[in-house]
């Protein structure tokens, strides 16, 4: 089966634009990264060069390394000793415009991470690396080629790319958002969202889901996945004490999303009392802020921050940890006990988080780092998103109803002029518009709405 990414018309861009950069490609274990630069390798040029540094590709290149930097004095030099070496690690190697060369799992060698800068600068090939644990190459041993890399970063399978699968793009991205398609296509599209809310976008998961249609086996494939994760992380650690620190934090995240509504002063803090009740005087801050910091580099979570009374002038961060996809999110939310209701609402809050965070990184029409949530002090309220447009300055709201309910706060937000507009998406509706100020849309169609 052949999953097709959003990602892959960006790297067409890439190539096309010829910054002569290195493309750094970043993104979580599992979420297809190899897969789709070997494609865009084989589709878009004569000559692909693939190492893996954590396979005997990158021992062979490693070898083919060291043989090319070897010097006798009174010998000249090799003026390119990584150019040598993929010539030595491949004979039909050429140094030209149709030839890319992908070294995966770059983390592994601070040797070739630091050849970066030499690739970007004495190479015409076009260079692309990339690594499920790039937050490695913050260690000392590495050096960081600023202004010499581009950046793609690569999540778990969005909506869209999920009902791709199934042939449904094309209906997700003509439907109306406010209520003029037929009933039937919204009911579709919302029951293909309540699939993707409970297995995510790991590519492994989602084609599971189409072979066998069992949430069962895709949930074990999700276990699969974060066992495979804790215990490749572990080793990059010398203070873990601990085999189960990633998974105790998993679920302190997931009690946290249903426990606090206004923000958190030291999320930490919290964490530390939540994972570890029993044994705190054994985990040190430290070691949580070392765990936490990893788990946001591996592309595992994401946090949110906090606008006070929806003014962008006073932003507080790191207020609110989101899981970067569904299915992980859904595994750790459905083993706190809580009813599903509960965990839908949770869900459907994670699903807006991840589109807006893709709004951010992808587009330049929205402000902020990271998406915000805000609150309003003068009524003790919370509204779920907040958004201030770089299109046309205006303030936007969102509230996030996995099924109908009021938004008391978002509407008095709206009535004292702190917001402009007004989205509620909910998951049974088929949208609509009122006062031409508050905009009712399918909560499966959030990423389709304009700012």
Not at 140 to 152: E, I, R, T
Request: some cysteine; overall charge negative.
């Amino acid at each position: 089966m052949e999953l097709r990414r959003n990602i892959y018309k960006k790297l067409l861009a890439w190539k096309k634009e010829n910054t002569g950069r290195v493309l750094e490609l970043q993104g979580a274990r599992q979420v297809g990264k190899t897969y789709i630069l070997k494609k865009f390798g084989k589709e878009n040029f004569s000559k692909m060069v693939y190492i893996n540094m954590a396979e005997n590709t990158g021992k062979n290149f490693l070898r083919c390394v060291s043989i090319a930097m070897e010097w006798e004095p009174g010998k000249p030099m090799e003026e390119t000793p990584i150019r040598k070496a993929l010539e030595l690690y491949d004979e039909t190697f050429k140094d030209n415009k149709d030839t890319v060369v992908i070294i995966d799992e770059i983390q592994e060698s601070a040797e070739i991470y630091n050849q970066i800068r030499t690739l970007a600068r004495e190479f015409q090939a076009y260079v692309i690396v990339t690594g499920s644990y790039l937050g490695r190459t913050m260690e000392l041993d590495f050096f960081l080629p600023a202004g010499d890399m581009d950046h793609m970063v690569m999540e778990s399978m969005t909506f869209d790319e999920f009902l791709d699968v199934f042939d449904e793009r094309e209906l997700y991205e003509k439907i109306d958002l406010y209520g003029k398609g037929r009933t039937e296509d919204y009911k579709k599209l919302m029951e293909y969202y309540e699939i993707y809310q409970k297995i995510g976008g790991y590519p492994a998961v989602v084609a599971c889901y189409a072979e066998y249609r069992d949430l069962n086996k895709c949930m074990g494939l999700i276990s699969d996945l974060i066992n495979v994760f804790a215990d490749e992380s572990k080793r990059y650690f010398e203070d873990i004490i601990d085999i189960n620190m990633f998974q105790k934090l998993f679920n302190a995240i997931a009690l946290l999303m249903m426990q606090e509504k206004q923000g958190i002063r030291d999320l930490t803090a919290e964490l530390s009392k939540i994972a570890y009740q029993e044994e705190s005087g054994r985990t040190t801050k430290k070691m949580i802020n070392h765990a936490i910091s990893w788990l946001q580099e591996s592309h595992i979570i994401g946090y949110a921050s906090k606008a006070v009374d929806c003014d962008y002038k006073q932003i507080k961060d790191n207020s609110r940890y989101y899981f970067l996809d569904l299915g992980i999110a859904y595994y750790f939310l459905s083993r706190t006990g809580a009813p599903y209701d509960v965990i839908k609402g949770l869900l459907a809050e994670n699903f807006v988080y991840l589109v807006l965070r893709r709004r951010i990184e992808n587009t330049h029409e929205i402000a902020g780092l990271v998406p915000w949530f805000a609150s309003y002090e003068k009524i003790k309220g919370e509204l779920d998103f907040y958004v201030r447009s770089l299109v046309d300055y205006k303030n936007y709201g969102i509230e996030v109803k996995s099924t109908d309910a009021s938004a008391k706060t978002a509407r008095k937000l709206l009535e004292d002029g702190k917001l402009d507009y007004l989205y509620l998406l909910k998951g049974e509706t088929m949208g609509g518009i009122a006062d031409g100020r508050i905009f009712t849309v399918p909560l499966c169609l959030a990423d389709r709405i304009e700012f």
